[in-house]
């Protein structure tokens, strides 16, 4: 372009230098204005989605990343007291004014039905402190001062200085505890950060076996989704249709009834059990456990994510011309070397998007495990569900989380980096 | 005429028959013999059975029924592997994932050379299509003609006795399809390698062909050099397929020997050679190529003559295409030459234009 723009004719127009309309306006100005309005119109085009996108999808999301951290109970509620707290060795329980502050926040607390909060929040820490907290806060109104005492007769835990250091930890705006706890560690006595005992160890474990299983069912969809592609991407069209509909037909029906299904067949009661059972291949004593575990999962799993690594790979191998490998036979290959060295590096692309996608889907994977998982076969989402749903503690269920997307988010890296190509779907 | 004498053909088609749904022939009962160092062109239009007849010979395809031999043996039962024939896809059909050299690479090492004899062949076989400097490029890193050349590179790297082409020229601009035509020409000739080249133009066909199979409804029509089968084709596809020609029918009135009388649909009498004809009374087409009809101007009195009126005039540079009414035909070419002394006609005029009975060919109906 340079080269071109210095050897301009005479018949270009120039002005300083540079190219410019006929009525003398610069080249790169004129051609802006032009497609100045083909760009509004393209974004208007697209805005409904994107304002629904940040509404439901990234709005939510920094929302949880923002609650994994976030910490404001304490600091709102106990104001006085972590003041009062600045002078405090850190070592035994404290001295009367702390205690003072202290007796006039839950005064104040309790008059705003605030105590409750506070008491789930600090119970998160140490498990006594909820009822330290509810029941002490019902009889300040009645304290009279010096208040150390009274409080130490109220509840037990006060004469703990672990609830006190506590108070001063978590007395701040953001916190690390979430984190902490999803990373199955605590604080220590004297507050550095230390690993749990192995047998209280529950979410890296879980972690660790979601992307086991991940990588079980990510094998095993890449093994029996490779050849259902190939065949639909080379048997004539009639035939190739009835196997894309067998492929897509898991699609169409509802989760529920697919799951039901797996129940039939899988239980100890079930087809498979009693078949085996009836041919003589096991006695009635032994029948697998095919569900409630963790083959129940991977089975029930690899089968409906089986389309997420078939569709890409057929989208792929059907643009894959067969004269790639007639060259290759012809050019002295048997077919298992043509195969091989031509048509499988051809179809990288396709396990590749497949293999991201099965992966990336299956650690985040809820229902099925809920559903047939039992204790051996659940997956982190479904310990995330719990912290949302049973246990309410939200903050640790939005740490789990944020770790979850963030793994996803360096795994989709990785690939790119590896593969260096775009997820190609369909 | 489809068997050709020789005491010893490299490739032979015997009584060959092909077809995909049981229900119609593809290619039916094909004869064929190529001899060794020829360069052979099946033409014909598309559906016409010439790349089924490749596809067999690379095997690709199984014949239904016949046999194929190379080199006097049967090749129904090699796989395609063990046929060592090199071929040229009309897609090229370079691998997208290995370079240039690797490409090349690929037969010499699925025939498990040493590296250092690899090196050195793959640089031979570069350098003979003008490709050295490309070696470590993909395949989609070049132009369309680079890859051609690449491909025939890597047909013949491994020293094929025997290359077959599909319509490798197809995807190709026209310059370049006509620098490539002598390119692989004048390979085949360097390397004496036996060549069997499948194409729709007979351009093509007839630039690089030592002789061309002319296929039409899974039957090869004729099988002659290029002069002979543009002079002399022997039915009246291969006459309207191969060149222009015109094209008038009749009714054969009377035999003489070699010649024929044939009456046409308006009553005119035309004298012509008798090829594919019978006897009178039979239907037949003539054929006659534009460059032989000719204005008369007193001094020549060929056989036939008749009167003309002028239609349409197209100057063309070299010669004027000239559509005449001729014997109750509206599109009868003529090419008149653009020469000093020829005369100037003009749309609507009525000339004499006449032909010798030996260029008007009386073939089947």
């Given at each position: 372009m340079q080269q071109s723009a210095s050897e301009a004719s005479p018949n270009d127009h120039m002005r300083d230098g540079k190219l410019v309309t006929a009525d003398g306006r610069p080249l790169k100005a004129s051609l802006k204005t032009a497609e100045r309005r083909r760009k509004i119109i393209a974004f208007a085009f697209v805005s409904p989605l994107l304002l629904f996108l940040i509404v439901s999808f990234i709005v939510p999301i920094g929302q949880m990343m923002w609650r994994s951290v976030d910490n404001p109970t304490i600091i709102n509620t106990l104001p006085r007291t972590l003041e009062a707290m600045q002078d405090w060795d850190g070592q035994d329980v404290p001295d009367e004014p702390v205690f003072a502050a202290l007796r006039e926040d839950l005064a104040i607390a309790q008059e705003n039905r605030r105590v409750g909060p506070l008491a789930v929040r600090l119970n998160y820490e140490i498990s006594a402190a909820r009822g330290a907290f509810t029941r002490t806060a019902r009889t300040v109104a009645d304290m009279e001062p010096p208040y150390k005492e009274q409080f130490l007769d109220a509840h037990r835990l006060w004469g703990n200085p672990d609830i006190y250091q506590i108070i001063k930890r978590e007395g701040r705006p953001l916190t690390a505890s979430y984190y902490v706890a999803a990373t199955d560690r605590r604080y220590a006595a004297d507050g550095s950060i230390e690993m749990r005992a192995e047998h209280q160890r529950i979410y890296m474990n879980l972690f660790g076996r979601t992307f086991a299983m991940s990588a079980v069912i990510l094998v095993l969809t890449m093994l029996l989704g490779f050849p259902i592609a190939f065949w639909m991407a080379h048997l004539p069209m009639r035939y190739a249709n009835l196997l894309m509909i067998m492929v897509l037909l898991p699609f169409w029906t509802s989760l529920l009834v697919r799951t039901t299904s797996w129940i039939v067949l899988l239980q100890q009661q079930g087809v498979i059990n009693s078949s085996l059972v009836n041919l003589g291949i096991i006695d009635t004593g032994n029948r697998?456990?095919?569900?409630?575990n963790m083959t129940g999962t991977i089975i029930a799993m690899t089968h409906i994510l089986l389309p997420f690594m078939v569709l890409p790979l057929y989208s792929v191998m059907k643009t894959i011309p067969p004269s790639y490998l007639r060259a290759a036979r012809s050019l002295g290959a048997n077919n298992w070397t043509a195969f091989w060295r031509v048509y499988v590096p051809q179809t990288l692309p396709g396990i590749g998007a497949g293999g991201v996608l099965v992966f990336i889907i299956s650690i985040g994977y809820y229902i099925t495990p809920a559903l047939v998982g039992g204790q051996s076969g659940r997956m982190i989402s479904n310990m995330i569900a719990y912290h949302m749903q049973t246990s309410l503690n939200w903050g640790l269920a939005a740490a789990l989380g944020s770790m979850l997307l963030i793994s996803v988010l360096i795994l989709y890296w990785a690939y790119n980096k590896l593969v260096g190509a775009d997820i190609k779907l369909g | 005429m489809e068997h050709v004498d020789n005491s010893d053909p490299y490739v032979v088609f015997d009584r060959v028959q092909k077809t995909y749904d049981g229900e119609e022939l593809v290619v039916k009962d094909l004869n064929l013999a190529i001899d060794k160092g020829e360069f052979l062109t099946m033409l014909g239009p598309s559906g016409s059975g010439k790349t089924t007849c490749l596809m067999m010979l690379a095997g690709f395809e199984t014949a239904t029924f016949g046999e194929i031999l190379i080199d006097g043996k049967p090749i129904n039962n090699i796989p395609p592997h063990k046929r060592g024939i090199g071929m040229v896809f009309q897609n090229y059909a370079l691998f997208p994932h290995m370079t240039i050299g690797e490409n090349l690479g690929f037969p010499l090492e699925v025939r498990g050379m040493g590296k250092s004899e690899r090196e050195e062949k793959i640089k031979r076989a570069l350098a003979m299509v003008q490709m050295e400097n490309f070696i470590g490029r993909r395949p989609a890193q070049l132009s369309g003609g680079q890859q051609q050349r690449v491909a025939l590179a890597r047909a013949l790297v491994f020293e094929p006795e025997l290359v077959l082409m599909d319509e490798p020229l197809g995807a190709l601009d026209k310059n370049l399809r006509e620098s490539m035509q002598y390119e692989i020409k004048h390979l085949h000739e360097q390397l004496g390698v036996t060549v069997v080249y499948v194409t729709h133009d007979q351009t093509e066909a007839l630039t690089m062909s030592d002789r061309i199979a002319v296929f039409d409804d899974g039957r090869i029509q004729q099988l002659a050099k290029p002069a002979d089968l543009y002079e002399r084709p022997e039915n009246a596809f291969v006459a309207q397929f191969i060149g222009e020609n015109n094209k008038m029918n009749g009714t054969v009135e009377a035999v003489n020997g070699d010649y024929a009388d044939v009456k046409l649909a308006d009553g005119s009498l035309v004298k012509a050679l008798r090829v594919n004809v019978g006897d009178v009374g039979e239907r037949t087409t003539l054929s006659l190529r534009p460059e032989r009809a000719f204005m008369i101007d007193g001094k020549a009195t060929p056989e036939n003559s008749f009167e003309a009126r002028v239609e349409e005039l197209i100057y063309l540079g070299d010669h004027i295409r000239s559509r005449l009414s001729i014997c109750g035909t509206s599109d009868f070419i003529m090419k008149l030459p653009n020469a000093a002394d020829q005369h100037i006609v003009s749309e609507g005029q009525s000339i004499r234009v006449g032909w010798s009975q030996e260029d008007c060919r009386a073939l089947d109906a």
């Amino acid at each position: 372009m340079q080269q071109s723009a210095s050897e301009a004719s005479p018949n270009d127009h120039m002005r300083d230098g540079k190219l410019v309309t006929a009525d003398g306006r610069p080249l790169k100005a004129s051609l802006k204005t032009a497609e100045r309005r083909r760009k509004i119109i393209a974004f208007a085009f697209v805005s409904p989605l994107l304002l629904f996108l940040i509404v439901s999808f990234i709005v939510p999301i920094g929302q949880m990343m923002w609650r994994s951290v976030d910490n404001p109970t304490i600091i709102n509620t106990l104001p006085r007291t972590l003041e009062a707290m600045q002078d405090w060795d850190g070592q035994d329980v404290p001295d009367e004014p702390v205690f003072a502050a202290l007796r006039e926040d839950l005064a104040i607390a309790q008059e705003n039905r605030r105590v409750g909060p506070l008491a789930v929040r600090l119970n998160y820490e140490i498990s006594a402190a909820r009822g330290a907290f509810t029941r002490t806060a019902r009889t300040v109104a009645d304290m009279e001062p010096p208040y150390k005492e009274q409080f130490l007769d109220a509840h037990r835990l006060w004469g703990n200085p672990d609830i006190y250091q506590i108070i001063k930890r978590e007395g701040r705006p953001l916190t690390a505890s979430y984190y902490v706890a999803a990373t199955d560690r605590r604080y220590a006595a004297d507050g550095s950060i230390e690993m749990r005992a192995e047998h209280q160890r529950i979410y890296m474990n879980l972690f660790g076996r979601t992307f086991a299983m991940s990588a079980v069912i990510l094998v095993l969809t890449m093994l029996l989704g490779f050849p259902i592609a190939f065949w639909m991407a080379h048997l004539p069209m009639r035939y190739a249709n009835l196997l894309m509909i067998m492929v897509l037909l898991p699609f169409w029906t509802s989760l529920l009834v697919r799951t039901t299904s797996w129940i039939v067949l899988l239980q100890q009661q079930g087809v498979i059990n009693s078949s085996l059972v009836n041919l003589g291949i096991i006695d009635t004593g032994n029948r697998l456990s095919l569900m409630y575990n963790m083959t129940g999962t991977i089975i029930a799993m690899t089968h409906i994510l089986l389309p997420f690594m078939v569709l890409p790979l057929y989208s792929v191998m059907k643009t894959i011309p067969p004269s790639y490998l007639r060259a290759a036979r012809s050019l002295g290959a048997n077919n298992w070397t043509a195969f091989w060295r031509v048509y499988v590096p051809q179809t990288l692309p396709g396990i590749g998007a497949g293999g991201v996608l099965v992966f990336i889907i299956s650690i985040g994977y809820y229902i099925t495990p809920a559903l047939v998982g039992g204790q051996s076969g659940r997956m982190i989402s479904n310990m995330i569900a719990y912290h949302m749903q049973t246990s309410l503690n939200w903050g640790l269920a939005a740490a789990l989380g944020s770790m979850l997307l963030i793994s996803v988010l360096i795994l989709y890296w990785a690939y790119n980096k590896l593969v260096g190509a775009d997820i190609k779907l369909g | 005429m489809e068997h050709v004498d020789n005491s010893d053909p490299y490739v032979v088609f015997d009584r060959v028959q092909k077809t995909y749904d049981g229900e119609e022939l593809v290619v039916k009962d094909l004869n064929l013999a190529i001899d060794k160092g020829e360069f052979l062109t099946m033409l014909g239009p598309s559906g016409s059975g010439k790349t089924t007849c490749l596809m067999m010979l690379a095997g690709f395809e199984t014949a239904t029924f016949g046999e194929i031999l190379i080199d006097g043996k049967p090749i129904n039962n090699i796989p395609p592997h063990k046929r060592g024939i090199g071929m040229v896809f009309q897609n090229y059909a370079l691998f997208p994932h290995m370079t240039i050299g690797e490409n090349l690479g690929f037969p010499l090492e699925v025939r498990g050379m040493g590296k250092s004899e690899r090196e050195e062949k793959i640089k031979r076989a570069l350098a003979m299509v003008q490709m050295e400097n490309f070696i470590g490029r993909r395949p989609a890193q070049l132009s369309g003609g680079q890859q051609q050349r690449v491909a025939l590179a890597r047909a013949l790297v491994f020293e094929p006795e025997l290359v077959l082409m599909d319509e490798p020229l197809g995807a190709l601009d026209k310059n370049l399809r006509e620098s490539m035509q002598y390119e692989i020409k004048h390979l085949h000739e360097q390397l004496g390698v036996t060549v069997v080249y499948v194409t729709h133009d007979q351009t093509e066909a007839l630039t690089m062909s030592d002789r061309i199979a002319v296929f039409d409804d899974g039957r090869i029509q004729q099988l002659a050099k290029p002069a002979d089968l543009y002079e002399r084709p022997e039915n009246a596809f291969v006459a309207q397929f191969i060149g222009e020609n015109n094209k008038m029918n009749g009714t054969v009135e009377a035999v003489n020997g070699d010649y024929a009388d044939v009456k046409l649909a308006d009553g005119s009498l035309v004298k012509a050679l008798r090829v594919n004809v019978g006897d009178v009374g039979e239907r037949t087409t003539l054929s006659l190529r534009p460059e032989r009809a000719f204005m008369i101007d007193g001094k020549a009195t060929p056989e036939n003559s008749f009167e003309a009126r002028v239609e349409e005039l197209i100057y063309l540079g070299d010669h004027i295409r000239s559509r005449l009414s001729i014997c109750g035909t509206s599109d009868f070419i003529m090419k008149l030459p653009n020469a000093a002394d020829q005369h100037i006609v003009s749309e609507g005029q009525s000339i004499r234009v006449g032909w010798s009975q030996e260029d008007c060919r009386a073939l089947d109906a």
